[in-house]
């Protein structure tokens, strides 16, 4: 018996190994348009990326309030934010009863994420698998990992925290990161542009930029430590501190020398210069060149520590950007708006306590960036009023509202053609059933929602400026090239656990993308 049984073992194919480290690298608003407009600039890791990695040229955040909390859901859980339940950054991953460890500010958690995310995946399959995701913000931290407690760490005034929901205590290697003081010290130090003046064709004097204050090269930090902690956000300099973190993490957690974990990057200094400074600006081209770079620094790094037969990476984005419509309107003489319709959802709110009789106050509707809730279906029917006839209404009303393109019923988006109507998939992807959703809002190209008078530009429609993002895998078992097919940020996932061969635990909304995938896979 015993030589049969020996030749048996001997005869079966070993398991595939996986890879041991996965990289995701979430780049907060980062539109693929920038690689084509610098790309004799990029030398350094996003150059790597593209030059040797499966390029998807079309890819899409492929639904439409599309802002950093959505859009962060999509990327590991495989699923659209209908599915996530994650529907808008105001009720992203704030959490009152998750308090932050060793800083002050908002708690958060993933208590509002629905679903399973690839961790999860390879958790069921390897229960000694690790996940290790940082970011500048708590939503691009905690969102690539659903609900599982890994090791999630974000900024906040200076220092990187997590929540009571992960920890009761920072660990050591946290503490002495924190301990450095490393933004503090960015009291006074200039940003100034990485390559010659000729270099860079966009005028560095544009008056619609940064609110009007500071909008020339170099720019200074201010000279209060705190202050500087603080202002260090808006620069590329936090990137650079980001993925000093994480590699201090990789470091610490040994990630990527057992089986295989799961290192998530969330980068967000594009998103803060994009919005100060705009899509066409000196200044966000000065921060993708430095974001190659420092991207070229750490993959090396981890290349070196981990092995480059051990690594696949992942690059994509949470959403892109429109330019200012002050620029656009200026460039072009198109019409494009800031567009608010505060004034008009408190009107009908009015108009709807006066029907529902005397002394009556209530918050019938509410709005958030292209959304109409109905806040209480069951006291609205109370009132006798006919909601069909109210809602065609507003809806009237909102579609006379200048930058306003078009206004959809949400009953009536299942019965639109989702091939040939990118808004209506758009919407469609993004509401879940039970957020209370009635009426939904698109703007004109080139308009935008205003934020509390926010001089900034935008994202968070269901437009190509603001959906179309880079998707990019690179390393063990990706086949280079670049591929024309249409890719969704949905896709990642279950490609990456195709990679892994591991198994979605859910239902998932993305679907494999075969092309990137060498053979063996
Ligand atoms: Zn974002």
């Known amino acids: 018996m015993i030589l049969p049984l020996c030749l ?76 996530t339940g994650i529907i808008r950054n105001s009720q992203g991953v704030q959490d009152s009863t998750a308090a932050l460890l060793g800083a002050t500010g908002p708690g958060a958690s993933p208590r509002r994420f629905r679903g399973t995310t690839l961790f999860d995946w390879l958790k069921a399959a390897d229960p000694t698998a690790r996940a290790l995701s940082v970011s500048r913000k708590d939503r691009g931290a905690i969102l690539p990992i659903g609900r599982a407690r890994e090791q999630v760490y974000w900024y906040q005034s200076g220092l990187f925290t997590t929540s009571r929901y992960y920890a009761d205590s920072l660990p050591r290697w946290v503490q002495a990161f924190n301990a450095r003081r490393l933004p503090f010290k960015a009291a006074n130090v200039t940003w100034a542009l990485l390559l010659p003046d000729s270099a860079y064709k966009e005028d560095d004097n544009e008056p ?9 090269f170099p720019h200074r930090l201010p000279a209060d430590s705190v202050r500087a902690a603080s202002a260090v956000a808006g620069t590329p300099i936090l990137d650079s501190l980001t993925l000093l973190f994480a590699l201090d993490g990789l470091e610490a957690l040994r990630l990527g020398r057992r089986g295989t974990d799961i290192l998530a990057v969330s980068l967000s200094s594009t998103d ?48 892109g950007v429109t330019s200012f419509p002050e620029r656009t309107r200026a460039k072009t003489g198109a019409q494009a708006f800031r567009v608010s319709v505060d004034t008009l959802v408190t009107a009908v709110n009015r108009e709807l306590d ?35 006839s109210i809602l065609d209404a507003v809806a009237a009303r909102l579609r006379a509202v200048p930058g306003v393109r078009r206004v959809d019923r949400v009953a009536d988006l299942p019965l639109a053609d989702t091939a040939s109507d990118p808004v209506a998939r758009r919407w469609l992807h993004h509401l879940a059933p039970d957020a209370g959703v009635v ?15 926010l001089p900034i530009a935008m994202h968070g429609q269901p437009s190509d400026d603001d959906a179309h993002v880079p998707i990019i895998f690179w390393g063990r078992g990706v086949k280079r090239g670049t591929y024309r097919g249409r890719a969704n940020t949905v896709d990642i996932a279950p490609t990456l656990g195709r990679l892994l061969g591991v198994t979605p635990l859910s239902l998932i909304d993305g679907r494999v993308l075969t092309d990137a995938l060498a053979p063996r896979n």
């Open 8 to 83: 048996a073992l001997l005869a079966a194919p070993p398991a595939p190994a996986r890879p041991k480290l996965v990289v995701v690298i979430t780049v907060d608003q980062l539109r693929p348009d920038y690689f084509d407009r610098w790309k004799g600039q990029l030398t350094g890791g996003l150059f790597q990326l593209l030059s040797e990695g499966a390029v998807f040229a079309d890819g899409y955040q492929d639904h439409a309030v599309t802002e950093t909390a959505p859009g962060h859901s999509t990327v590991l859980s495989g699923l659209w934010p209908a599915h």
């Open 208 to 216: 619609w930029e940064n609110g009007g204050r500071d909008v020339l």
């Open 272 to 319: 803060a210069v994009g919005h100060a400074f705009g899509p066409d600006s000196r200044e966000i081209h000065d921060q993708v060149l430095r974001l190659d770079r420092y991207l070229g620094w750490f993959l090396k790094r981890v290349v070196d520590r981990v092995g480059r037969d051990n690594v696949v990476v992942v690059l994509t984005a949470d959403h």
């Open 354 to 388: 006066r029907l529902a009789g005397a002394g009556t106050s209530r918050e019938w509707l509410s709005f958030d960036i292209g959304m109409l809730f109905l806040q209480d279906n069951g006291r609205f029917a109370a009132t006798g009023v006919k909601t069909d």
């Open 439 to 453: 009426l939904v809002v698109t703007l004109q190209p080139g308009s935008v929602w205003d934020i509390e008078n």
